[in-house]
């Protein structure tokens, strides 16, 4: 088998165990199992559990981006555009850590606030990049890392300290409303 379809079963193998059980229920052995490869082929391309969930959430997270920028209507203003893009992305960001890794995980384990620091700076790397390729949005690239920046610190902040999901709903309707339009006119300027 090749390295491209090796790390992609393994990827695979994984999403469907952490789903299953969570990130923290699932061990290496188990992916290892599950993909039918040995637990050291596993580490030949995956330094850790954590870069495995790491690949599969960049690999959706792309996904979704790409998805949401090259699908979203042309004939809305740039304003417009980017709140909904903002929004939508912040959503997609919520519901994947929910999803894969479980807000046991982040909340209470030493090695998550570190991994989220690393995703949270990836996925800004990767909706900064992505909307320079975009036809739609032509703003100074300062103001685009304003955006994203402050977006995503408000969205990560909120999906810690909310206690149920009637929380979240409340907070991304408040973010919506209350302060998104404030972040996309002051990016706009």
């Known amino acids: 088998m090749e390295a491209d379809k090796i790390k992609e079963c393994i990827k695979d193998s994984a999403r469907e165990l952490f789903r299953r059980y969570g990130y923290n229920k699932t061990n290496v052995n188990e992916i290892a199992k599950k993909a039918k490869i040995a637990k050291a082929t596993i580490y030949k391309y995956f330094d850790s559990k954590e870069l495995i969930l790491h690949g599969i959430l960049m690999d959706y997270i792309r996904k ?94 909120f999906a810690f300290t909310s206690v149920s999901v009637a929380d979240v709903r409340k907070n991304f309707v408040s973010f919506q409303n209350d302060l998104l339009p404030f972040l996309v006119k002051g990016a706009l300027v």
């Not at 979203?72 to 959503?91: G, T």
């Open 64 to 157: 979704g981006v790409n998805d949401l920028i090259y699908k979203s209507p042309r004939d809305l203003e740039l304003e417009l555009y980017l709140s909904n893009l903002i929004l939508k992305v912040s959503r997609l960001t919520y519901t994947i850590c929910n999803e894969f890794i479980g807000w046991d995980f982040i909340r209470e384990s030493a090695n998550a606030q570190e991994y989220l620091k690393t995703l949270s700076d990836d996925l800004e790397n990767l909706l900064v990049q992505s909307f320079q390729q975009s036809e739609r949005v032509s703003i100074p690239l300062e103001n685009l890392i304003f955006l994203v920046k402050s977006s995503k610190s408000i969205v990560f902040s």
